[in-house]
């Protein structure tokens, strides 16, 4: 007690001798978030993960405030004003889940003029002077070829992919193709458009199934493995290895193949919690540490070990998620 | 005071005192926008809205009511981020071609005797469907000329309220105070007359939709000067936010009772409700009803003025 007490007296002399020093004190900082839309349960996972992380780092007197606004409707004219009213709020850090990549770069770039620090997550602007945490969305696609050339020899393979003409969609599958292009044991036999959900990809899997071989696996985009396991069951056709997209219904169904016959798969998707990936870089970057502009968002995937784990603390109708610490955050950051 | 309180006076000072309530609002809320930063960044995002509810107000001035205009400003914003960027001598072609679009539109409605909202209503996904042609993906940039005016920080007094002041006036003087003037309006407030005083009716609709169609353009190019890029729907809630603002600016329904000044100050009471209600830490899910609450509260009080007029 009195050792932390002294540290404490120690670190604010420090802090005041030298204002450059790196080891500032972020407790009179406010962060602020500026989302675009809250409609959908990965939205409002993301929001309570902020509210959570956010919420304890104030108790603690890690930062001052953390609120989270929502526009009222998804429009790049309406965010753009509510950045710049967080502006004239007097935050110090504004994290933004960005309605449009470009659109917002104007009132951005009047954050940055009056010394506030942005930083996008997951819509990420493109105006130098924000820090992004991107997702790898190819490599999402990439890691599960990798996976399944791990686990067996080669074959035929079907792909699920997401909502047609979406940048996302053209991504994923864009890493699951050059994935299969450097191991040519695989084979890609057909593609099929599950938009991401069950249904759609149950009805879609469903119809391309008679004119297709022996299928040794599936490739995923999220929110499609639970259709697609139903399709080859109703067809009456072997299961086949089928990754998964960390939704509820799909690690339900993991867990009763898995306890019922041993079955063996994998599981990746994007945290809703990468918000507070986002907090804590933030948080950082108040505190004066060299951070890099442009990061990457780590995934969260689910493996045969930890699947009981995750499925436990995953809502019924939710998505897997995790908060990330600031020690994560810091090897974010050091790890780029 | 009952002489100078009359129900006409009081329609005029209404909208100013709306805005002046919520200024003085605002400055209690958040001292900090009372400063030349503070009103700089408040205020920007309502020029392209002003100017928009001025384009608004030529179409409510004849009668009818423009349903595409968010859409227009999107297009105009596309190609101001695209081709006048590239290659502005196109571009400011495309950007004529905009405006005479507008007016062949008003002589459509006229001379087929046409329901502007019908018409209007399918022409929002016309332009839309080109936005979407030339800019397919959120992007383009601004034009350095137009970024550098937008973003003009002269001595004293910020921009935005230049820009207002400028635009409120020189419509006022083109539309309140000229001969020309007189008779657009009154082509709105009474079609018959003005038709048997031997002015042509079709002249006036396409002039009135032209200048909507001017000012559309000019609120789209302000819009990527403040923005930098431009997207197929960047402008889409200006459709609403033009008919409100021209109406809480003093318009009405009926044609030919419209005020310049009125429609500009409409525009940023509008804006400026947007940052009242976030400095109130209001829930987002009930912002916009208060917003509407906001406008039911000004048209409220504009009908007990009617009231007072018919009654004396």
């Given at each position: 007690m009195k050792a932390s007490t002294l540290g404490t007296i120690c670190l604010t002399v420090a802090a005041g001798l030298m204002s450059t020093s790196a080891i500032a004190d972020t407790s009179d900082k406010r962060i602020a978030l500026s989302n675009n839309y809250a409609g959908n349960s990965w939205r409002q996972a993301m929001l309570t993960s902020w509210e959570k992380v956010g919420g304890s780092a104030v108790s603690d007197g890690t930062v001052a405030a953390a609120d989270a606004f929502t526009t009222a409707e998804n429009q790049v004219t309406e965010q753009a004003?509510?950045?710049?009213?967080?502006?004239?709020?007097?935050?110090?850090?504004?994290?933004?889940?960005?309605?449009?990549?470009?659109?917002?770069?104007?009132?951005?770039?009047?954050?940055?003029?009056?010394?506030?620090?942005?930083?996008?997550?997951?819509?990420?602007?493109?105006?130098?002077?924000?820090?992004?945490?991107?997702?790898?969305?190819?490599?999402?696609?990439?890691?599960?070829?990798?996976?399944?050339?791990?686990?067996?020899?080669?074959?035929?393979?079907?792909?699920?992919r997401g909502l047609a003409g979406v940048f996302v969609d053209d991504e994923i599958s864009a890493g699951i193709h050059e994935g299969v292009a450097e191991n040519a044991q695989f084979k890609i036999q057909g593609s099929v458009h599950g938009d991401w959900a069950q249904d759609v990809a149950q009805k879609a899997?469903?119809?391309?199934?008679?004119?297709?071989?022996?299928?040794?696996?599936?490739?995923?985009?999220?929110?499609?493995?639970?259709?697609?396991?139903?399709?080859?069951?109703?067809?009456?056709?072997?299961?086949?290895?089928?990754?998964?997209?960390?939704?509820?219904?799909?690690?339900?169904?993991?867990?009763?193949?898995?306890?019922?016959?041993?079955?063996?798969?994998?599981?990746?998707?994007?945290?809703?919690?990468?918000?507070?990936?986002?907090?804590?870089?933030?948080?950082?970057?108040?505190?004066?540490?060299?951070?890099?502009?442009?990061?990457?968002?780590?995934?969260?995937?689910?493996?045969?070990?930890?699947?009981?784990?995750s499925l436990s603390n995953t809502q019924a109708g939710g998505v897997a998620n995790v908060e990330y610490s600031l020690d994560d955050a810091k090897a974010v950051i050091s790890g780029n | 005071m009952q002489r100078f309180l009359t129900p006409n006076a009081l329609r005029t000072l209404l909208p100013v005192l709306s805005l002046a309530a919520l200024l003085g609002a605002i400055f209690y809320l958040q001292p900090r926008t009372m400063s030349y930063f503070g009103l700089n960044l408040l205020l920007n995002l309502a020029v392209p809205i002003a100017l928009a509810t001025i384009a608004q107000m030529f179409i409510l001035c004849v009668n009818d009511l423009d349903l595409s205009l968010g859409a227009f400003i999107s297009l105009t914003a596309c190609i101001t981020a695209t081709w006048l960027f590239d290659t502005p001598f196109l571009g400011i072609l495309a950007l004529l071609a905009c405006i005479a679009a507008y007016g062949v539109m008003g002589a459509l409605i006229?001379?087929?005797?046409?329901?502007?909202?019908?018409?209007?209503?399918?022409?929002?996904?016309?332009?839309?469907?080109?936005?979407?042609?030339?800019?397919?993906?959120?992007?383009?940039?601004?034009?350095?000329?137009?970024?550098?005016?937008?973003?003009?920080?002269?001595?004293?007094?910020?921009?935005?309220?230049?820009?207002?002041?400028?635009?409120?006036?020189v419509v006022h003087i083109g539309l309140m105070r000229s001969a020309t003037?007189?008779?657009?309006?009154?082509?709105?407030?009474?079609?018959?007359?003005?038709?048997?005083?031997?002015?042509?009716?079709?002249?006036?609709?396409?002039?009135?939709?032209?200048?909507?169609?001017?000012?559309?353009?000019?609120?789209?190019?302000?819009?990527?000067?403040?923005?930098?890029?431009?997207?197929?729907?960047?402008?889409?809630?200006?459709?609403?936010?033009?008919?409100?603002?021209?109406?809480?600016?003093?318009?009405?329904?009926?044609?030919?009772?419209?005020?310049?000044?009125g429609a500009v100050i409409g525009a940023i009471t509008l804006a400026l409700a947007g940052s009242f209600l976030s400095f109130l830490r209001l829930n987002p899910d009930w912002q916009i009803g208060a917003q509407g609450a906001i406008l039911i509260l000004v048209l409220a009080l504009r009908l007990l003025i009617s009231a007072r007029e018919n009654r004396s």
């Open positions: 004003a509510q950045i710049q009213n967080l502006i004239l709020q007097g935050y110090d850090a504004i994290v933004i889940n960005a309605a449009s990549p470009e659109g917002l770069n104007g009132a951005v770039k009047e954050a940055c003029d009056a010394g506030v620090v942005v930083v996008s997550f997951d819509g990420i602007v493109t105006e130098p002077c924000a820090y992004r945490i991107a997702v790898d969305f190819k490599n999402m696609g990439k890691v599960q070829v990798e996976y399944l050339a791990g686990r067996i020899d080669g074959g035929d393979l079907l792909e699920i899997v469903a119809g391309i199934l008679p004119s297709l071989p022996e299928i040794k696996a599936v490739v995923t985009q999220g929110g499609d493995g639970y259709g697609a396991a139903q399709a080859f069951k109703a067809a009456g056709r072997p299961t086949p290895i089928i990754v998964m997209g960390n939704r509820h219904d799909e690690l339900t169904w993991w867990k009763e193949q898995k306890d019922a016959n041993g079955y063996e798969t994998m599981s990746v998707s994007i945290a809703p919690g990468v918000s507070t990936l986002a907090f804590w870089v933030a948080q950082q970057v108040l505190d004066g540490k060299e951070v890099p502009q442009d990061l990457s968002v780590p995934f969260l995937t689910i493996t045969q070990d930890t699947l009981e784990v | 006229h001379l087929r005797n046409l329901p502007s909202i019908v018409v209007t209503l399918g022409m929002s996904f016309v332009w839309t469907g080109i936005a979407v042609l030339i800019l397919p993906t959120p992007g383009g940039s601004a034009p350095d000329w137009i970024r550098t005016l937008m973003t003009l920080k002269p001595a004293f007094v910020p921009f935005p309220i230049i820009a207002s002041v400028v635009i409120a006036l003037g007189a008779v657009l309006r009154g082509a709105g407030g009474n079609p018959k007359s003005v038709e048997r005083a031997g002015w042509s009716l079709l002249r006036v609709k396409v002039t009135m939709f032209s200048l909507a169609g001017l000012f559309g353009v000019l609120s789209g190019m302000a819009l990527v000067g403040l923005t930098t890029s431009a997207d197929a729907n960047i402008a889409l809630r200006y459709t609403l936010l033009s008919i409100a603002g021209g109406i809480l600016g003093g318009g009405e329904f009926v044609g030919g009772r419209v005020s310049p000044i």
